[in-house]
């Protein structure tokens, strides 16, 4: 079993959507949770970053973690074609540097 | 401000040479990390460098070697490559202050490895 799960999707939504992406893990020691997206033939570029427990947003973006229930969450409002990319969560340990561990990836195609 | 880069973007290889992969972090950073990306294993750790000393390490062979020189800048090396070693190699660099990264790292666009 893989310490982080994540959909793969593929998900594909209509322009205006409420996306819901999700992941979960085993390893109750992270600390450090984060949303990256990536397009095509491009790095991972962060989206969102949450320490512990509760909810951040930013713009259209809200990120929530549950440390209770080992299970975060990225919600995008009023989803855009321009938000069509795969949707990477990551987390790390306290203290582990550059070391984080990657959930497989959700694709997210929003259509017109 | 510039980003991350990475050389070569692309190159092919085939079974038994080696390759280098060059990383250049963002001006101030001091952590660079490297993953391995492929379509069935997803975005793997494979090393860390903080002030030329080797952070953090995953779980890959000894084959997989890595550097980093006194401007941050760094380098990763595979050796006896292998057709499973056909994969986007990313570089990640962070401030690192302090010695503790809180995850927010950036990435370069990558280094797309074929092994024939």
């Known amino acids: 079993q893989k310490e982080v799960e994540q959909d793969p999707g593929p998900l594909s939504v209509p322009e205006g959507a409420i996306v819901s992406l999700n992941c979960t893990y085993s390893?109750?020691?992270?600390?450090?949770f984060m949303w990256y997206r990536q397009y095509s033939r491009k790095g991972p570029e962060l989206l969102m970053y949450?320490?512990?427990?509760g909810n951040k947003e930013d713009g259209r973006f809200t990120a929530q973690v549950d440390k209770s229930s080992k299970y975060i969450s990225l919600f995008i409002r009023d989803s855009q074609p321009s938000d069509s990319a795969t949707y990477l969560c990551?987390?790390?340990?306290?203290?582990?540097?550059?070391?984080?561990?990657f959930g497989q990836g959700t694709e997210l195609s929003v259509k017109p | 401000k510039a980003g991350v880069t990475q050389t070569p973007r692309y190159l092919i290889k085939t079974r038994g040479q080696q390759v280098t992969l060059s990383c250049s972090p963002i001006s101030g950073h001091r952590s660079v990390s490297w993953y391995q990306q492929t379509p069935g294993q997803g975005l793997q750790f494979l090393f860390e460098y903080f002030s030329e000393t080797q952070r953090n390490k995953g779980n890959f062979p000894g084959r997989f070697s890595g550097r980093q020189f006194s401007n941050s800048r760094s380098e990763m090396n595979v050796s006896t490559l292998e057709l499973g070693d056909s994969a986007l190699y990313l570089c990640?660099?962070?401030?690192?202050?302090?010695?503790?990264?809180?995850?927010?790292?950036?990435f370069g666009e990558g280094s797309r490895l074929t092994v024939l």
């Open positions: 390893n109750s020691a992270f600390q450090y």
């Open positions: 949450t320490y512990s427990s």
């Open positions: 990640a660099s962070s401030r690192g202050q302090g010695g503790l990264n809180t995850g927010e790292l950036f």
């Open positions: 990551a987390m790390s340990l306290y203290n582990q540097g550059g070391k984080l561990i």
